[in-house]
T-cell receptor, first 121, second 111 residues
Framework: NAGVMQNPRHLVRRRGQEARLRCSPMKGHSHVYWYRQLPEEGLKFMVYLQKENIIDESGMPKERFSAEFPKEGPSILRIQQVVRGDSAAYFC???????????????????FGPGTRLTVL | QKEVEQNSGPLSVPEGAIASLNCTYSDRGSQSFFWYRQYSGKSPELIMSIYSNGDKEDGRFTAQLNKASQYVSLLIRDSQPSDSATYLCAVNDGGANNLFFGTGTRLTVIP
């Protein structure tokens, strides 16, 4: 069952270190989304990528966070110089199609991976 | 600011009853609506999607959409203890690339 894969499942970092989170989309999907879920809060969009392109990064913090989805390999969410407030569950989702232009229906069903739980000490 | 509102609960129903979960959204341009189930410590699992006004049934689940009222609901018939989870409402307006999520309603089905 080739669902969305994420690794590591749990990641512990000390303040100031870097965190790298990886996501492989579901087979046949070429659109990847990253979300963050803080304790007792809802899921918040961070970034949307296609192969070799960042399409929408409107939800990404301006500093320390970056994402990529290279031609080969998984999508990577990178957090530099982590702080305690970065502790959260980071989920990756994938979809087979992109949202269609405004005014038309969007069949943007997104399927989530198991998540990476980041703990910053 | 696009908002998706859900009653956080907890909502408790006895086993075998109908659980009714509600969601309102602020953006009239929204076109796609989804319900996800999230067990504690796990990832969201897509259980229903709905795009047109009216009802959509899938097994014990029925999603209802009323775009005029900006309201979407999920009914779970014959609730089971295994349905106990947090249910997330998500909305996409067709012009954005992401889903906007509510904070979820925690459902407990009492045996």
């Amino acid at each position: 069952n080739a669902g969305v894969m994420q690794n590591p499942r749990h990641l512990v970092r000390r303040r100031g270190q870097e965190a790298r989170l990886r996501c492989s989309p579901m087979k046949g999907h070429s659109h990847v989304y990253w979300y963050r879920q803080l304790p007792e809060e809802g899921l918040k969009f961070m970034v949307y990528l296609q192969k070799e392109n960042i399409i929408d990064e409107s939800g990404m913090p301006k500093e320390r966070f970056s994402a990529e989805f290279p031609k080969e390999g998984p999508s990577i969410l990178r957090i530099q110089q982590v702080v305690r407030g970065d502790s959260a569950a980071y989920f990756c989702a994938s979809s087979p199609v992109s949202p269609i232009a405004r005014g038309r229906k969007s069949y943007n069903e997104q399927f989530f991976g198991p998540g990476t739980r980041l703990t910053v000490l | 600011q696009k908002e998706v509102e859900q009653n956080s609960g907890p909502l408790s129903v006895p086993e075998g009853a109908i659980a009714s979960l509600n969601c309102t959204y602020s953006d009239r341009g929204s076109q796609s609506f989804f319900w996800y189930r999230q067990y504690s410590g796990k990832s969201p699992e897509l259980i229903m999607s709905i795009y047109s006004n009216g009802d959509k049934e899938d097994g014990r689940f029925t999603a209802q959409l009323n775009k005029a009222s900006q309201y979407v609901s999920l009914l779970i018939r014959d609730s089971q203890p295994s349905d106990s989870a947090t249910y997330l409402c998500a909305v996409n307006d067709g012009g954005a690339n992401n889903l906007f999520f509510g904070t979820g309603t925690r459902l407990t089905v009492i045996p």
